[in-house]
């Protein structure tokens, strides 16, 4: 699979996003990038933190599932950003950050037609 060429093209989808990361169910990183001139807010270890965190939120919502239906996307907005969470398949997610003005609905949209080859 081509982790690095899925970021890429997340990226793409608006000069809005931050930093997009694609991780496993795990919050192990297969590809990650941030936008030329942005500056970290989280330090490593933190995103770290906050990615792990992520994938852990989303395996205890795919328990429910089968009551509830499988989840398209989690958003989360912070005062300086927005978090929004993507499964890619059913091994993988989309992380991605974005400005706190972002339009997230157009975000979600073009984000949830990518497809991962």
Known sequence: MDYQSFQEKAMKISPSIRYATITDLNGRIKSSGHRKGVKN?????????????????????????????????ALAEYGKIKR??????????????????????????????????
């Open 41 to 73: 807010l989280l330090t490593a270890q933190e995103s770290l933190k906050s990615l792990k965190t992520s994938a852990n939120i989303w395996k205890a919502r795919n328990q429910l599932s089968r009551k509830i239906g499988k989840g398209k996307y």
């Open 84 to 117: 929004i969470v993507i499964p890619i398949g059913r091994a993988n997610l989309l992380y991605l950050t974005t400005s706190a003005r972002a339009d997230h609905s157009a975000i979600i949209r073009k984000a949830t037609r990518l497809k991962l080859k």
